[in-house]
C-alpha cells in the first residue's frame, strides 16, 4: 500500500510517502523487497542499534550513533522475511521506558539560506517489528522532525503487512533547525523504535562546492603554474579571476596560467568558481604561489634555536594558518609555533586536548579545523579550530591506534590501525561540518603506523605493519579513488613498491610528489642503529605519481619516527618524533626542509 499526506504548519510543507517495499524475484523465483535510493546526494546512512554494514544493494550504512536514550534489539538475519538486505532490518534502536524522554536522532546537515529559501533534504526511516507480541496495534508511534509531524499513528506491523517484515516512510523536502535534522519518534502504543535512517539532498539543495584538485604552493622558476578548477559533486563551471599576479593569464578553458619573473617571487591569487548548472553555486579561492629556483637542491636544516619546548615520540601535527600545532604521546598540551616569528609559543598557551592518548592520526580540513582520530584504542573524534577543541558527538565506527589519515574533498579519510594488537583494513571518512561518518571500501593490505597523504584527487597508504609491535614492515603503497570507491596496490598492479619496508613513517605531498620520511623497523636493511628494539630510518623517498618512479632526497639530520610532516610556503616542517625504534627516545628536534 501507498499513502502520500501532506502536512503544512505555518512554518513550512512536508510531504510523507509510507508504503511497503515494492517486491523484486530473484532468480529463483523468491519475492524480496528492495530500498529504492533516494535521489539527491547521501548524507547519513544509520543502521540504528546495529554495526557498519554493506547491504543488498552495494550501500554502506554507519553504526548506530546520534541517539539520545534506549537500547538496541536484535533478530537473526535468517527471520526478516523476503528483504533484500535481512541484516539491515533485523537490529533495532527503541526506547521501552514509559518515563524516558522520546527517541530523538540528531543528524547534522549542511543548512544555508538564501532570501526566503532554505535547503531541504530527504529522510528516509525503516522499521520492522520482531518484537514480542507483534501484531497490528502493538506498536504505533508518531514521527516528529524537528515541530513538524511527519507520521501519525504509523502502525509498524499493518503498514508493512505482517511482522518480520520491512517498511519504509519518506519524508521529502524536509528543512533542518539550526543546521540538523531532529527526528523524534513518540510512542502511541508500545515503545518507538526505528531500524535504520537515511538522509540525502532534496531537489535544489545547495551544499558548498568544493575543489576537487588543490593547486599547487610552489613553482619552479623557469616553469608555469598552472590550475584548472574542478569541483566535487557539481555540474560545469565557470571561473572568474580576481586578482593574480602580474603575467597572470585566464584562458577561455578557465585554466590560469603564470610564468614567474624570478625566484622568490610569491603569487597571490583570488578567483570565484561558480556552477553553471545544475545549482549555480559559487566558490571563493585564495591562494599564494612560492617560486623556488630552477632546480631545487633541497636540504634538511636544524632549527637548534627552535628545538619544541616538550619532547615527543608518536606525533601528529597540523597547520592552521600560520601556526603549526603539534600534539603526542600522552601528553595533553597543545603545542604551537608561529611559522612567521619562528618561535614556539608558551606551551600552555592553547587549551589541551580532550583526550591525551597517543598515537593519534590528524587532517587538516578546508583549512580551518584540524581533527584527530583514533588514539591509544579510543573512538573519540577531537577538533581544533585554532581557539578551542570540541569532541565529536559520533564517534569513530572502529578504535585504532596509529591509522592512516589525509584530508580530502573537505573531509578526513582514515584507513587502518591497530586493534587488539593487529592491524586492521577498516575505512571511514569524517565530515567535522555534518559531525558525520560515512565507510568506504576496505584496505587491500590491513595496516597500522602507516602514513597517510594525498594529492586532492587520491587518497595513499604507504607501508606501515601487522601488529602494535615494532616489525620489519611493509613495502606496500596502497591507492584509493573515491569516485570509484575502489582500491589498487603496489602488491597486484604496476605501482612501484616503496624502496625500503618500513612503519612509524611519515608522508606528505609536497610539489606534486610524496615525501615519505623516516621511519622504524626490527631488522630491516637501510636504517641506521635505533637501541634494542628496532632501528629507526633516516632516509627520505620521493614518489612521483605521475612517473610512478621513486627517488632518494637529502636524508634527515636525525633519524626518526612517529614524526608528522607538513609543508608551508615552499618548506617541510617536520618536529619532534622518536630517535629510538619503538617509544622509549622522544626528541624536541624541529628540522626544516629548505629550498
Known amino acids: ?34 530500498d529504492p ?19 543488498g544493494q552495494g550501500r554502506w550504512w554507519t553504526a548506530d550513533y546520534a541517539f539520545n536514550t534506549g537500547k538496541v534489539s536484535s533478530v537473526e538475519p535468517s527471520a526478516i522475511v523476503g528483504a533484500l538486505s535481512p541484516v539491515l532490518y533485523s537490529t533495532d534502536h527503541n526506547d521501552v521506558r514509559k518515563q524516558s524522554p522520546d527517541l530523538i536522532y540528531l543528524l547534522k546537515v549542511t543548512s544555508s539560506t538564501s532570501g526566503e529559501q532554505t535547503d531541504r533534504y530527504d529522510v528516509r526511516l525503516h522499521f520492522a517489528e520482531f518484537g514480542s507480541g507483534a501484531a497490528a496495534g502493538a506498536r504505533v ?31 521529502q523536502a524536509v528543512a533542518p533547525t539550526d543546521g540538523a535534522l531532529r527526528v523524534r519518534l ?38 608555469q603554474f598552472s590550475f584548472e578548477p574542478m569541483v566535487v559533486d ?33 603569487g597571490s591569487f583570488e578567483l570565484v568558481v561558480t556552477e553553471t548548472a545544475p545549482l549555480g553555486r559559487r566558490l571563493n579561492v585564495r591562494f599564494d604561489v612560492v617560486v623556488t629556483t630552477a632546480t631545487p637542491a633541497f636540504a634538511w636544516q636544524l632549527r637548534a634555536s627552535s628545538s619544541a619546548p616538550t619532547r615527543l615520540g608518536q606525533t601528529a601535527a597540523g597547520i592552521l594558518g600560520t601556526t603549526l600545532l603539534l600534539v603526542g604521546d600522552n601528553d595533553p598540551a597543545t603545542l604551537a609555533f608561529d611559522l612567521e616569528a619562528q618561535v614556539w609559543l608558551p606551551s600552555d598557551q592553547l587549551p589541551a586536548r580532550p583526550n591525551p592518548g597517543g598515537v593519534h592520526a590528524g587532517a587538516v580540513i ?66 567535522p561540518g555534518l559531525d558525520r561518518w560515512m565507510m568506504f571500501a576496505d584496505l587491500p593490505v590491513a ?86 628494539e628496532g632501528r629507526v630510518y633516516d632516509r627520505v623517498d620521493v614518489y612521483d605519481p605521475a612517473a610512478n618512479q621513486w627517488r632518494v632526497a637529502a636524508s634527515l639530520p636525525t633519524a626518526r619516527h612517529g614524526a608528522w610532516p607538513v609543508a608551508f610556503r615552499g618548506q617541510v616542517y617536520l618536529a619532534a618524533g622518536s630517535t629510538i625504534a619503538g617509544d622509549s627516545a622522544p626528541s624536541d628536534i624541529l628540522a626544516v626542509f629548505d629550498a
Open 1 to 34: 500500500t501507498t499513502t502520500t499526506t501532506t502536512t503544512t504548519t505555518n512554518r513550512r510543507t512536508t510531504t510523507t510517502t509510507t508504503e511497503a517495499l515494492p517486491p523484486v524475484t530473484d532468480a529463483a523465483g523468491n519475492t524480496l523487497v528492495t
Open 37 to 55: 535510493a533516494l535521489p539527491g546526494t547521501s548524507l547519513h546512512r544509520v543502521n540504528c542499534g546495529g554495526p557498519s554494514l554493506l547491504d
Open 141 to 171: 508511534i508518531d514521527v516528529f522532525v524537528g515541530d513538524t509531524q511527519v507520521l501519525e499513528g504509523y502502525d509498524l506491523v499493518a503498514e508493512a503487512g505482517g511482522p518480520l517484515r520491512p517498511s519504509y516512510a519518506t519524508l
Open 234 to 266: 557539481g555540474g560545469d563551471v565557470t571561473v572568474a579571476l580576481v586578482s593574480g599576479p602580474l603575467g597572470a593569464v585566464q584562458r577561455s578553458s578557465g585554466q590560469l596560467t603564470w610564468t614567474p619573473s624570478a625566484p622568490g617571487d610569491v
Open 366 to 431: 578546508d583549512d580551518t579545523t584540524w581533527c584527530l582520530v583514533g588514539g591509544s584504542g579510543t573512538t573519540l573524534v577531537q577538533c581544533f579550530d585554532g581557539a578551542a577543541w570540541t569532541v565529536s558527538e559520533n564517534p569513530m565506527p572502529w578504535s585504532p591506534a596509529a591509522p592512516a589519515a589525509a584530508a580530502l574533498r573537505g573531509e578526513a579519510y582514515v584507513c587502518g590501525g591497530i586493534v587488539s594488537n593487529v592491524a586492521v583494513t577498516t575505512c571511514g571518512r569524517y565530515h
Open 447 to 532: 595496516v597500522g603506523f602507516a602514513a597517510g597523504a594525498s594529492d586532492g584527487r587520491y587518497f595513499y597508504v604507504f607501508g606501515g605493519r601487522e601488529t602494535g609491535d615494532v616489525a620489519n614492515g611493509l613495502e606496500t603503497v596502497q591507492i584509493y579513488n573515491p569516485d570509484q570507491d575502489l582500491w589498487v596496490t603496489s602488491d597486484s598492479t604496476p605501482v612501484r613498491k616503496l624502496p625500503f619496508a618500513r612503519s612509524s613513517l611519515g608522508a606528505i605531498y609536497f610539489n606534486a610528489e610524496f615525501f615519505i620520511i623516516g621511519g622504524e623497523t626490527k631488522t630491516g636493511s637501510g636504517a641506521l642503529s635505533g637501541g634494542t
Open 186 to 223: 513518540r510512542r502511541v502504543t508500545g515503545a518507538p523504535k526505528i531500524n535504520a535512517i537515511q538522509v540525502a539532498t532534496s531537489a535544489g539543495t545547495k551544499l558548498p562546492l568544493v575543489l576537487a584538485t588543490p593547486p599547487r604552493d610552489t613553482v619552479a622558476f623557469g616553469s
